[in-house]
């Protein structure tokens, strides 16, 4: 059975720093690509970060600069390090594992919840 666990989230004012965590287990860790999502209320859910096996990463726009997803594939966790912090990075951060060849194995935690005040 494969769970992702997230952690990390919190309350944090504007210009500060979190670092949430996924740590996966119940799959091959190193054949997913991990993703992180957040979606803020009443808004579409938004791809923030991806890093794949061997560490090549992506950002949104909205994040490049600020954040550095990094993976530990002995440990099986991946984590996302935020800096900077806005109120509109305020959300729920969705950790995401991803087949690299098999798409369709694709699993998600439950979310933590990151709120950002001005």
């Known amino acids: 059975q494969v769970q992702l666990v997230e952690s990390g989230g919190g309350l944090v004012q504007s210009g500060g720093s979190l670092r949430l965590s996924c740590e996966a287990s119940g799959l091959v860790f190193s054949s997913y690509v991990m993703i992180w999502h957040r979606q803020a209320p009443g808004k579409e859910r938004e791809l923030v970060a991806s890093?794949?096996?061997?560490?090549?990463?992506k950002y949104a726009d909205s994040v490049q600069g600020r954040f550095t997803i990094s993976r530990d594939n002995v440990l099986n966790a991946v984590y996302l390090q935020m800096n900077s912090l806005k109120p509109e990075d305020t959300a729920v951060y969705y950790c995401n594992a991803r087949h690299f060849v098999y798409t369709s194995q694709d699993y998600w935690g439950q979310g933590t919840q990151v709120t950002v005040s001005s």
């Open positions: 890093i794949f096996s061997r560490g090549g990463t």
